[in-house]
């Protein structure tokens, strides 16, 4: 079975920093099969980017999303407030079924 | 407007049965996979089971199967996760979700199930 495992498990920045959190995988993943969401307290999570590197509806450019193999990337050019939340990644792994990473924390510094 | 409303959460006793709905509207349901993925307290996610439009497939996670069964009734836009032999590690928020390009593009709000004597 595929793992995930994401890192930093919490970042600690300010509003305008840039945020760069990292997805390995145990083995080589399809990049079509990766999507990043975003999880604030209460909330469900909401689908930030699918494919890797595509972009959900409604999503600001300020997110991207990038990587392929074993390590993939997801990027926050400039801080919003609204952006400190959980950040999970996620791999569809046929058969059907679904593996999340354990999810990074992005707090206030 | 899309939306997805989860309902049946509750308490229950170990060993106990319950029965989760969610209701679709907004989109067409019987066009679109759906699936449930669970949240325990303070936890991450975990997908728990999927269901094709047609109802012809469906898999549950190694730590349901044999004891929870997903279904839907597109008549009713509607999608069911049937828990047996519950457990207090099932304990969680579930949640159902829209299947798309491989990832969940709509959520529902989420339904407390506790599992506790």
């Known amino acids: 079975d595929i793992v995930l495992t994401q890192s930093p498990g919490t970042l600690s920045l300010s509003p305008g920093e840039r945020g760069t959190l990292s997805c390995r995988a145990s083995?080589?993943?399809?990049?079509?099969?990766l999507a990043w969401y975003q999880q604030k307290p209460g909330q469900a999570p909401r689908l930030l980017i699918y494919?890797?590197?595509s972009r959900a509806t409604g999503v600001p450019d300020r997110f991207s999303g990038s990587g392929s193999g074993t390590d993939f990337t997801l990027t926050i050019s400039r801080l919003e407030p609204e952006d400190f939340a959980v950040y999970y990644c996620?791999?569809?792994?046929?058969?059907?079924?679904?593996?999340f990473g354990q999810g990074t924390k992005v707090e206030l510094k | 407007q899309v939306q997805l409303v989860e309902s049946g959460g509750g308490l229950v006793k170990p060993g106990g049965s319950l029965r989760l709905s969610c209701v679709a509207s907004?989109?067409?349901?019987?066009?679109?996979?759906m699936g449930w993925i669970r949240q325990a307290p303070g936890k991450g996610l975990e997908w728990v089971s999927y269901?094709?439009?047609?109802?012809?497939?469906?898999n549950h996670a190694d730590s349901v199967q044999g004891r929870f069964t997903i279904s839907r009734d597109n008549a009713k836009n509607s999608l069911f996760l049937q828990m047996t032999s519950l457990r207090a590690e099932d304990t969680a928020v579930y949640y159902c979700?829209?299947?798309?390009?491989?990832?969940?593009?709509?959520w529902g709000q989420g339904t407390m199930v506790t599992v506790s004597s």
């Open positions: 979700a829209r299947e798309s390009t491989w990832a969940f593009d709509i």
């Open positions: 907004g989109f067409t349901f019987s066009d679109n996979y």
């Open positions: 083995q080589s993943l399809g990049s079509t099969y």
């Open positions: 269901i094709s439009t047609d109802t012809k497939y469906t």
């Open positions: 996620q791999h569809y792994g046929g058969s059907p079924e679904w593996t």
């Open positions: 494919g890797a590197s």
